[in-house]
T-cell receptor
């Protein structure tokens, strides 16, 4: 158990819908990262938040957005869902501060199926 | 940009040693990571290299050569539970994100 929690574990929805995935980082970790893992592409970085502020963006679609709240939990919002959005969505956290080296620890993931 | 290459699949026998290679082309990075991922589960951290050389952690070791753009993960005394995907990732300079290779699926046979 990494200490990172994600809900829900599974999500089935229809095209065009909107869903919210939730992540709670390890106690004390300030950084939260979101990754998407689909069968044909491997783990792809989407976005990072550090202490409530957006820190870095990867290949995140405009239909997707995220935020990190004062209690440091994070939500990833996926809207206008398409079949191709079906994937495993992982959240990771680290205590990364400037000038330090820190490992990312992954949550159990949310499996999204868009029908 | 970054380009990370790993073999897609490997097989090995219980009790044996296996080496999983990772080559990368990157303009600069600040650490190379290895993760293990069982099917449908979260990646779990195995090892981290930032300097050239070998890092040993029990049955698992990881090696890095920055000048050659090359790393490997060495698994000794293989067990059936080591059947999983092994992901190589780099952290580009100036960022915290990880760029992952597509992973190597290892199957251990009795």
């Amino acid at each position: 158990d990494s200490g990172v929690t994600q809900t829900p574990k599974h999500l089935i929805t229809a095209t065009g819908q909107r869903v919210t995935l939730r992540c709670s980082p390890r106690s004390g970790d300030l950084s939260v990262y979101w990754y998407q893992q689909s069968l044909d592409q491997g783990l792809q970085f989407l976005i990072q938040y550090y202490n409530g502020e957006e820190r870095a963006k990867g290949n995140i679609l405009e239909r997707f957005s995220a935020q990190q709240f004062p209690d440091l939990h994070s939500e990833l919002n996926l809207s206008s869902l398409e079949l191709g959005d079906s994937a495993l969505y992982f959240c990771a956290s680290s205590s990364r501060e400037e000038g330090t080296q820190e490992t990312q620890y992954f949550g159990p993931g949310t499996r999204l199926l868009v029908l | 940009g970054q380009n990370i290459d790993q073999p897609t699949e490997m097989t090995a026998t219980e009790g044996a040693i296996v080496q999983i290679n990772c080559t990368y082309q990157t303009s600069g990075f600040n650490g190379l990571f290895w993760y293990q991922q069982h099917a449908g589960e979260a990646p779990t951290f195995l090892s981290y290299n930032v300097l050239d050389g070998l890092e040993e952690k029990g049955r698992f070791s990881s090696f890095l050569s920055r000048s050659k753009g090359y790393s490997y993960l060495l698994l000794k005394e293989l067990q059936m539970k080591d059947s999983a995907s092994y992901l190589c990732a780099v952290r580009p300079v100036g960022t915290d994100k990880l760029i992952f290779g597509t992973g190597t699926r290892l199957q251990v046979f009795p």
